[in-house]
């Protein structure tokens, strides 16, 4: 049964932390999404990658927030400085190409 | 820019009473509306894709259905367990955009036994 994973499902961190956050696609999908989810926003587009190049990051706040797919079978968002107002779940999806978008179960992040 | 609102906010069901979810749009071309379902805890499991105004889907006792500016999440006899969140969203046709879904908040749907 195919299907994303990612880790870790829950983080809780202090302000100024660095997060990690990984994601492993559906093997054979070459495109990889980040959304944040939030009560208040719904579900919020970060950025995504296609074949490991990144298409759009528009969604993200540049200054703290990255993202890098070092290979095929890993995707990583990083938060350095992680603030409180990043609190938040966290989503990796993978599609084939433009297809449908396959969610994992999420990295609910906590900062104090 | 793609936008997408769904109504109600929040629907309360007894078991067995049919009722329908609304998804309306604004997308410059839609490639594909989807839609979701989210158990708490847990991410968006896929559920539909409609391409074109008049398609139909079915899934057990869930019914999608598209038209030009709307989408409706048609639920008859709901149980319990179809009890969820229900996020529908669009990816619009062009450019380098196609790849995107735009996301609705969600109908948060209880069903009481």
């Known amino acids: 049964d195919a299907r994303v994973t990612q880790t870790p499902r829950h983080k809780v961190t202090e302000m100024g932390q660095e997060v990690t956050m990984r994601c492993q696609p559906i093997?054979?999908?070459?495109?990889v999404f980040w959304y944040r989810q939030t009560m208040m926003q719904g579900l919020e587009l970060l950025a995504y990658f296609r074949n490991r190049a990144p298409l759009d990051d528009s969604g993200m706040p540049k200054d703290r927030f990255s993202a890098e797919m070092p290979d095929a079978t890993l995707a990583t968002l990083k938060i350095q400085p992680s603030e409180p107002r990043d609190s938040a779940v966290y989503f990796c999806?993978?599609?084939?190409?433009?297809?449908?978008?396959?969610f994992g179960p999420g990295t609910r992040l906590l900062v104090l | 820019e793609d936008q997408v609102t769904q109504s109600p906010e929040a629907l309360r069901l007894q078991e067995g009473e049919s009722s329908s979810l609304n998804c309306s749009y604004t997308?410059?071309?839609?490639?594909?509306l989807f839609w979701y379902r989210q158990d708490p805890g847990k991410g968006p499991e896929f559920l539909f894709t409609?391409?074109?105004a008049g398609e139909e889907k079915e899934k057990e006792r869930l019914k999608a259905t598209l038209t030009k500016k709307e989408s409706f999440l048609h639920i008859t006899a709901p149980k319990p367990e179809d009890s969820a969140t229900y996020l529908c969203?669009?990816?619009?046709?062009?450019?380098?955009?196609?790849?995107?879904?735009?996301f609705g908040k969600g109908t948060l749907l209880t069903v009481n036994p």
């Open positions: 999806a993978s599609a084939l190409w433009s297809e449908t978008q396959y």
């Open positions: 969203a669009v990816q619009a046709r062009s450019g380098g955009s196609n790849y995107k879904l735009t």
């Open positions: 093997l054979g999908h070459n495109t």
């Open positions: 997308v410059s071309g839609l490639r594909g």
């Open positions: 409609l391409y074109s």
